[in-house]
């Protein structure tokens, strides 16, 4: 047998890490042995345990612990971690570690060093002339880089699940149901969203065209002229029925403010882009005096910044849209980096593509009338994400509200 002792290090119990542990390890073929445990007593203690790992091949055993590690399972030998050059663009060496989006850190030179900007999915790189080590996308693997082969050297650490009940982005975990008491858990994003700008913070918010067509454009609009909002990550839909809502009331061509069908409405959009295609851009059409309010307008007036990352199905698209899909993924990834807390609302491509870029340390809300969307980002590793199913129209005014209640 091949056998190889890995080691669990925190809130082990209630996080369940330990039970998934033997899950995951039995549902391949494997087999364990718990060599050692250390249980917490006490609300601030953390428990330990020492597991041996087998397996009937190498590649199984690797398998597993390639698993196990997206748990925080560290391998107990501590080995200097081991860095093969790439021989060629966009390429890696064969067994190369990739990420998953928790806190890493690698065993370089007889210490252990943090591995910046962390993503899932990608691969570390380190830099031997600074050092430092980071994580690229395989698209961006250059010739000669040192990428970081097989888990020795390698710890993870997910975020535990704290003890704390009152906390809402623990509490609730990553579960999805309809039935959860929606006023306790917008209360708490609202205390946690000024917790975050006190301390000078930054939200983003992942946002789809429904917040238009629901009417909660107008509160999106007004988080941003607050102050609330950093950065938006959107497509060409949310920015274009924003900007027809402005220039003709409507959104998919139905009244926002009456939900009536508007006659030729179903060309505002159109009309709407085109209109913005004589201006130039968003912000030549504010400068221009054509586009005059909403959540557009607000990112330009208040210098928000925007990526809208477009789709093959775009109508148009705006001037604004980034049609090259990876430069727009780019963007994003620095802005991913950036922030401590993302609502996702209403768009699932644009929610599943961001929570594949955002560290777990980064607190998500998924916010959706489709359980799916959020069940997708949990499947994907977004394990971190609070998913709330409800519609949009009742969640950003009760948010707004929220957040203005003792003014």
């Excluded at 199905?313 to 980034?322: I, Y």
């Amino acid at each position: 047998m091949n056998k190889r002792t890995i080691e669990l290090k925190g809130h082990i119990i209630d996080s369940l890490t330990l039970t998934r542990t033997m899950g995951i390890i039995m549902d391949n073929g494997g087999e364990f042995d718990i060599l050692e445990i250390n249980i917490g007593r006490k609300k601030s203690d953390v428990s330990r345990a020492k597991i041996e790992v087998s397996a009937d091949s190498p590649e199984l055993l690797n398998s597993i612990l390639d698993e196990l590690s997206v748990l925080g399972a560290s391998i107990d030998e501590i080995k200097e971690v081991k860095l093969v050059a790439s021989t060629k663009d966009k390429v890696a060496p064969e067994g190369f570690y990739s990420s998953s989006n928790h806190t890493t850190h690698i065993f370089y030179k007889g210490n252990w060093m943090l591995v910046e900007q962390i993503e899932m999915d990608c691969l570390v790189v380190v830099d031997e002339e600074v050092p430092r080590a980071y994580v690229k996308p395989i698209s961006d693997i250059k010739a000669g880089d040192k990428v970081v082969v097989g888990l020795d050297g390698v710890r993870v650490t997910p975020p535990h699940r704290s003890r704390d009940e009152q906390q809402v982005f623990e509490f609730m975990n990553s579960e999805v149901s309809s039935e959860k008491p929606l006023m306790n858990l917008i209360n708490g994003i609202a205390k946690e969203m000024k917790e975050i700008k006190a301390k000078g913070g930054k939200i983003g918010i992942v946002g789809g065209p429904a917040i238009v067509h629901t009417g909660s454009g107008k509160y999106l609009a007004a988080l941003i002229r607050e102050g609330y909002i950093d950065v938006i990550m959107a497509g060409n839909a949310l920015a274009t029925h924003d900007i027809e809502s402005n220039l003709f009331g409507t959104s998919l061509g139905i009244e926002v403010e009456t939900g009536k069908i508007v006659a030729h409405g179903h060309t505002h959009h159109m009309r709407a882009i085109n209109r913005i295609n004589q201006s130039g851009s968003i912000r030549q059409a504010v400068e221009d005096g054509t586009l005059t309010g909403g959540i557009m307008y607000e990112c330009i007036k208040n210098d928000v910044p925007y990526v809208l990352a477009g789709s093959i199905r775009d109508d148009g698209p705006l001037p604004d849209v980034m049609t090259d899909v990876i430069e727009a993924q780019k963007v994003m990834r620095q802005h991913a980096q950036e922030v401590d807390m993302v609502l996702m609302i209403a768009t699932m491509l644009h929610s599943i593509a961001t929570g594949n870029l955002l560290p777990s340390r980064v607190k998500s809300i998924c916010v959706d009338i489709n359980p799916s969307t959020v069940t997708k980002l949990s499947d994907r590793g977004s394990a971190q994400v609070v998913g709330i199913v409800t519609d949009i129209g009742t969640f950003l005014p009760l948010l707004y509200n929220a957040l203005h209640e003792d003014d």
